[in-house]
């Protein structure tokens, strides 16, 4: 039996240009949505910084050992740093700060309710408004929007 050959289905010729992205960024800004996560994240990276810097002020207190001092303090720099990378990464549609903007307000939502239980209602309460809000918005529609664009348009880097 004589197989016939078919001719290919799609011309390499005629293929069909790339689909163009949806929505075109205009000039690369943010959406509002995305600049509140961003602000958010800056806040928390300031507080965690500016717990860095009371930390170093109270170095020879003595409620901690000097080596644990130390290592809060290191601790502290460190993350205030990387949330502060994640802030400027969720601004320029990095795909990646999504995961770690949501464990950041994770943690920000359960340290409230720790913070409610030692008698701080106060700053408990701001930190759930923060990081619940940052944490609402950070999966709306714009903030997807944002960082899906991001990731369909070529690299210029």
Do not use: C, K, N
């Given at each position: ?45 300031a ?15 003595g ?29 320029r ?11 950041v ?22 930190l ?8 609402v ?21």
């Open positions: 039996m004589a197989q016939s050959r078919r001719p290919d289905p799609v011309d390499p010729r005629e293929a069909p240009a790339a689909p163009a992205p949806e929505g075109p960024r205009t000039g690369g800004r943010a959406p509002v949505a995305a600049l509140v996560v961003a602000a958010a994240l800056a806040l928390q990276a507080a965690l910084l500016w717990l860095a810097g009371d930390a170093i002020a109270h170095l020879g207190d409620v901690l050992p000097a080596g644990a001092r130390v290592m809060l303090i290191v601790i502290y720099v460190l993350l205030g740093l990387w949330v502060l990378v994640t802030s400027v990464a969720l601004l549609g990095r795909a990646w700060s999504r995961g770690a903007a949501t464990a307000q994770l943690f920000g939502v359960l340290l409230s309710s720790w913070l409610f239980s030692v008698g701080e209602p106060v700053v408990g309460g701001v759930l408004a923060v990081s619940g809000i940052a944490l918005t950070l999966f709306s529609r714009p903030v997807t929007a944002h960082l899906s664009s991001a990731a369909r348009e070529p690299s210029a880097e």
